[in-house]
């Protein structure tokens, strides 16, 4: 087991005197195998696992992850109790993920500096928008916001949102199934939310250009699946999480792949490859967030878990590179 560092003074008053707002946390990083009973098995569809983290803390403000973005070897990260994470990604001489360092913690601010709370903190996707500056999308209260925490990150603690006009329609959205993914684009960003709009009908993606109207665009999930995570690759191809849990069985993932132009025809499922499926006997959790990323020079997919901060639930981070 690997500890991130963080300051005993900052954590002396956590336990004293409730939340310590912005500073270092203290985090528990520890290997875990992609198999269970095969530890040596790296492959998984057209992924090869890369390493991979079971994450926890003392902290109980720690958990909850619904969104990521991965720079370089830099992790930022979103919760449903709205709060930043970031930290840095360690890997061995071999490029696997062994660890975290540095991790920080922030609360989220609203317009007037305050930390959000309550039905307004359920923040769920986050896409980098270039420059330091970042889109969050939120469920319950649903909305979206842009956030400048500058290139380096050092803004997160007083950063305060600008809204971003959501798709059209977004404010009548079941209560926890709002728009759950980001992904940015040359021309704008896209977003999906997690459960089709209408019942029996395909989910749906927005292309939400900066200088134009939301357009929604189907999306065939496999029946009974969520979409719970976009993001977009150097390749311009759209990543996404899809996900379902069966009480008894737990939790299957989907990691899909489409052309942006993908959608735009008569027959969507043709375009859409699925790149790997994670079951229920395998390292798997509530997989919420989804990033492309690079590692030595190789493009790298990461996903992230919710833990919905239950403690018979686990907060993952695993690392794939895509196969030959």
């Known amino acids: ?29 520890e290997k875990v195998a992609l198999y269970p009973d095969a530890s040596e098995r790296l492959d998984v569809g057209a992924l090869e696992y890369r390493g991979g983290l079971v994450l926890a803390s003392p902290d109980e403000r720690f958990g909850g992850l619904s969104g990521m973005e991965i720079e370089g070897d830099r992790l930022l990260a979103i919760s449903d109790s709205a709060y930043w994470l970031t930290a840095h990604l360690e890997f061995d001489d071999a490029g696997m993920l062994t660890g975290l360092s540095n991790a920080f913690y922030a609360p989220m601010l609203d317009a007037n500096g305050q ?75 896209w977003a999906g939310v997690e459960y089709p709009i209408i019942d029996g009908r395909p989910h749906t993606l927005w292309v939400m250009p900066d200088d134009g109207e939301a357009t929604g665009l189907p999306y065939p999930a496999e029946p009974g699946f969520g979409v719970t995570g976009l993001d977009r690759g150097p390749d311009g191809d759209i990543y996404l999480l899809e996900r379902i849990y069966i009480s008894g069985v737990g939790n299957t993932i989907r990691i899909m792949r489409f052309g942006e132009f993908g959608l735009a025809t008569e027959d969507q499922r043709s375009n859409i490859d699925t790149l790997a499926i994670l079951t229920p006997g395998m390292t798997v959790d509530n997989f919420e967030g989804i990033a492309i990323g690079e590692v030595n020079d190789e493009m790298r997919l990461f996903i992230l878990s919710d833990d919905n901060y239950n403690g018979s639930q686990r907060t993952l981070l695993l690392s794939f590179a895509f196969a030959e």
């Open 115 to 189: 930390a959000l709370v309550d039905r307004a903190a359920d923040a769920e996707g986050l896409a980098a928008l270039g420059n330091g500056a970042y889109a969050v999308s939120f469920e319950r209260e649903h909305r979206m916001a842009r956030y400048d925490i500058s290139p380096d990150w050092s803004g997160v603690a007083i950063a305060t949102p600008t809204p971003i006009t959501p798709p059209p329609g977004t404010d009548r959205l079941r209560d926890n199934g709002g728009i759950e993914g980001l992904a940015s684009a040359d021309y704008g960003l």
């Open 1 to 29: 087991m690997k500890y991130l560092t963080g300051f005993a003074a900052l954590l002396l008053l956590a336990a004293c005197s409730g939340d310590p707002g912005a500073g270092p946390i203290l985090i528990e990083a």
